[in-house]
């Protein structure tokens, strides 16, 4: 059963990595362009305000990479800092947890693309049409690894 999973694993990665960045990019458009709701319930952020709008720029191009798996890691770098900026700079001065100072967002995006940066970008990104066929980057590596040690 764990190897029909294992062998499954590469496009669930890339599933998870489009909604994450899907959700991620959404967040800067509402941000820098007042769509869906605006930044904050309303409108949108004025240009070069520090950091908000600098912020709702990697949203938007992180997320847009880390969807089409490209440059992802380096994107999902990226990402997970500046939410971890945004975490410990806005959120955690109000409160210690954050259930209580609302940065369970910037928590969970920052953890999810700190991920992102270990495992690759899974079976489906453009990533693999421009590097040679490398089974370590797409995440296959553990799968068959784990494979091999079940049937051994």
């Not at 991620?24 to 305000?49: D, E, Q």
């Amino acid at each position: 059963m764990y190897t029909q999973l294992n062998k499954a694993q590469p496009y669930a990665l890339s599933l998870f990595r489009i909604v994450v960045g899907l959700l991620f990019a959404c967040h800067g458009a509402a941000s820098l362009f007042g769509i869906l709701g605006g930044a904050m319930g309303g409108g949108s952020i004025p240009a070069g305000t520090w950091p908000g709008w600098y912020a709702a720029l990697i949203q938007l191009v992180g997320g847009t990479s880390v969807v089409l798996g490209l440059g992802t890691r380096i994107a999902a770098f990226i990402s997970s800092g500046s939410m971890a900026y945004a975490y410990f700079k806005v959120h955690q001065p109000e409160a210690l947890f954050p259930l209580q100072n609302g940065g369970e967002p910037s928590a969970v995006f920052c953890w999810v693309f700190l991920l992102l940066v270990f495992t690759g970008p899974g079976a489906f990104a453009l990533d693999r049409l421009f590097a040679p066929r490398n089974d370590a980057e797409c995440g296959d590596d553990g799968a068959r690894e784990q494979a091999s040690a079940v049937t051994a």
